[in-house]
C-alpha cells in the first residue's frame, strides 16, 4: 500500500459500484434461490457469521422475522464445532455469511446443518471457498477483491445481496415487484450522494482524544451500531461499545457521561421512533451526542442539545442500514488516519480468520 | 443503603443458599414443566431477555443446542414490538428470562408468541409480573428481593433453573437422573468455596487506573464474559467489551496491548480448549492476560505469561457458567468501590427498564 488507508478509502469509494453490479449482475441468480427456499417452506431460519458479516446476519434476521413471518435467530457456531451438538434442523434455513468463505467454523457448521436436513445457503464473496462448497445453495456478492483488511464493500454487498433474497423470498418465483426494485435499484445512487457529504469526516477530528464511544440504534439500524463499533475498534483500536437502544438502558447507560460520544442511529420509521426515550436519557447524562440520519424531524424526539448530525437519506429502515453505515466507515478511516495508525492493515489481524 | 456497596455484597453472598433453595424448593414444579415442554416436542426455541437475562438466555440456548438437539437462538423482541412482525411459532418454545417480569416488550413478545402458536415459558423472580402473568408456563427463581440494582444473586439463579428445566426435559418425566441431581446438589458447596477465594478482589487493586478491559471466553464461558463486562461497566463505569473467543479474533484484536486487561474465562472441557489459539494470539499483543478457570494444566495451553489466575473449580463447563461468574462479581464491586462509586446505585439507572 503506498499511503496509509488507500485501501480502505477505495473499498469505500467503491459500494455503489457493488450495488449496481449485484443488482445488474446478480438479480437473476439471487431470484432463482429466493424461488427454491420459497418452495421449501422452512419453518425458521439461523444465520451464522463472524465479526462483520454477524452484523450483516443480524439485518437478514430482522428482515426474515419482519418480512417474512419467520422466526430467525443467530447460532453459535462452537454449539456444532466445539460441543459436538447435532440439532435436528429439518425445516430449518441454515445461512451462513462470510466474505472469505474461508472460516473453518463457518464451513463446519454449514456442513453439519445440511447433514442434519437444513436447507443450507452461503452467501460469499468467493465462490470456490470452503463455505460456498459446504452449502446447498450459494450467492455470490461479486463485490471483486477487499483491499483493506476492515471490510467495508463486502458488507453492505451482503446486506443488499440478502435483503434481495428476502424480498425475492416474498415474490411469485423470486422475482421483485416493480416498487421493490425501484427502490433498490435508486440504492447506487443514494449511496454516491452519502458519500459525497464529509460531514463524518469533520467529526473524526472531535474523537481523536476519545477514550471509548459508544453506538446505539434500534430494529434495522441496530447491526449499524454494532458495524460502525467494530470497524472503530479494528482500524482506531478504540474501545466502541455498541448497544441496541433497549439494552442501552439495561446497564451500559451508567458509563455515559460528558466524556463520552454516543453515535446514535436513528432512521425515519419505527426504529428511529423507538430511540426517542433513549436519546432523552442520553441526553440526560450529557453525553456528547451526534445523531446519524436523515436530515429533519425526528418524529419530534427532544434531541436534547445533539448539536450534530450526520446526514443520511430519509429512506425506508431496511434500506437506510446500506447506507448509514458509509459516513461511519469514512468515520473510522478519518479517525484511524489521524491517530497515525494503517487503517488498512490493522495490527495483529487477518484477512481470514481460523478458529474452529 | 448505610455504607457503599453493601447491597450488591449481600447479594453476592446470598448466591449459595439462592442455589440451596432453588435445588430444594423449585426441583419439582420446574420438573412438571420440563415433562410439559418434553411433551409438546418443539422443533425449536427462542429466548428473549434483556441486559443480564440476556447472558442467562444465551446459555440456555447453547445448553438446549448442545443437551436436547433442538436448535436455540435469541429474538430481538423490536421485530415484533417495534415493527410489528407476527412470525409463525407453532412447533416453537419461546422462554422470556427476567428478573423483574417487569420490561414491556418482553411481555409483549411472549404474548404474541403464545397467539402466534408458540409454547411460552416465563423466567422470572416475580410471579405475578406481567411477563410471568403472559406465558403459559412459569418458574419462579425465588431468588428473595435483589438489593442492588445491578443483578447477581438473580442472574445465578436464572443459570441454574434453566439448567434444571433443560436437564429436566431430557429426562422421563423431567426429573434429572442421579448423577446430574448429585452434581448438581454440590453447586451451593463449590460456590460457597469459590466465594471464600480473594484473588478476584486483590485483582480489582490492578485495574484502577484501567481505561477499559475486555472479556473473553467460549461456549457455555461466553455468557460468563458478557455478564462480567456488564458488572463492571453498569458498577464502576469501566468500558468493557466482551467476544467470544473466535470473534475477538476477527477484529477487536487489534485494540490489545500492554494497556489493556483481557479477563479470559479458560473452563477444563471443549470450551476451554478451544480459547488455546486465542490466548496465544492475545499473548502476541502483550495484552495484561488473567485467566479465570481450574488451578491446572490447562490442556497444554501456552499462557504466554499470563501471571495471573483466579481460581475456580474444575467442573463441567455447563456449571461452571454457575461458578466462574462469581469472582467477577466481587471484581466488579471491589473496582467500582476502589473508584469511589456507590455499586448499589449506578447514576442513570432503574431496575426496571421500560422500553417498548
Not at 460456498?132 to 445453495?137: K, V, Y
Not at 432523552?280 to 445523531?291: K, T
Amino acid at each position: 500500500m503506498s499511503e496509509l488507508g488507500t485501501g480502505m478509502a477505495a473499498d469505500i469509494a467503491e459500494q455503489p459500484a457493488v450495488f449496481a453490479r449485484l443488482l445488474d449482475g446478480q438479480a437473476g441468480a439471487v431470484a432463482t434461490i429466493a424461488a427454491e427456499i420459497a418452495r421449501r417452506r422452512p419453518r425458521h431460519a439461523i444465520f451464522t457469521a463472524r465479526g462483520t458479516s454477524d452484523h450483516a446476519a443480524l439485518y437478514a434476521a430482522y428482515l426474515t422475522e419482519i418480512r417474512l413471518g419467520i422466526p430467525a435467530g443467530l447460532a453459535s457456531p462452537s454449539a456444532i464445532t466445539v460441543y459436538g451438538a447435532r440439532p435436528d434442523l429439518r425445516d430449518c434455513l441454515v445461512v451462513g455469511v462470510s466474505q472469505s468463505g474461508g472460516s473453518p467454523d463457518l464451513g463446519e457448521v454449514v456442513r453439519v446443518a445440511r447433514e442434519q436436513g437444513a436447507l443450507t445457503l452461503a452467501v460469499t464473496n468467493a465462490p470456490g471457498s470452503p463455505l460456498a462448497e459446504a452449502a446447498e445453495l450459494h450467492i455470490d456478492l461479486d463485490a471483486g477483491p477487499e483491499r483493506a483488511i476492515a471490510a467495508t464493500k463486502t458488507y453492505t454487498a451482503e446486506l443488499l445481496a440478502l435483503l434481495m433474497l428476502i424480498e425475492g423470498v416474498r415474490a411469485p418465483g423470486g422475482a421483485l415487484p416493480t416498487d421493490e426494485r425501484e427502490a433498490l435499484s435508486r440504492l447506487p445512487q443514494l449511496a454516491e450522494e452519502t458519500l459525497r457529504d464529509s460531514t463524518a469526516v469533520e467529526i473524526a477530528d472531535r474523537y481523536r482524544f476519545a477514550a471509548r464511544i459508544v453506538t446505539t440504534g434500534r430494529g434495522y439500524a441496530y447491526p449499524t451500531a454494532r458495524e460502525a463499533a467494530l470497524k472503530l475498534m479494528e482500524t482506531s483500536y478504540l474501545p466502541a461499545l455498541a448497544f441496541s437502544g433497549a439494552d442501552l438502558l439495561h446497564g451500559p447507560l451508567a458509563m455515559a457521561d460528558p466524556d463520552v460520544p454516543v453515535l446514535a442511529i436513528v432512521g425515519a420509521g419505527p426504529g428511529g421512533r423507538s430511540m426517542r426515550d433513549v436519546l432523552a436519557r442520553v441526553g440526560e447524562r450529557r453525553a456528547d451526542l451526534v445523531v446519524i440520519g436523515p436530515d429533519r424531524d425526528l418524529n419530534g424526539a427532544d434531541l436534547n442539545g445533539a448539536a450534530l448530525r450526520i446526514p443520511t437519506p430519509a429512506v425506508d429502515e431496511r434500506y437506510a442500514a446500506l447506507l448509514d453505515i458509509l459516513p461511519l466507515q469514512r468515520l473510522a478511516l478519518a479517525l484511524a488516519l489521524g491517530r497515525g495508525e494503517n487503517p488498512d492493515a490493522p495490527r495483529g489481524l487477518k484477512k481470514v480468520t481460523s478458529t474452529l
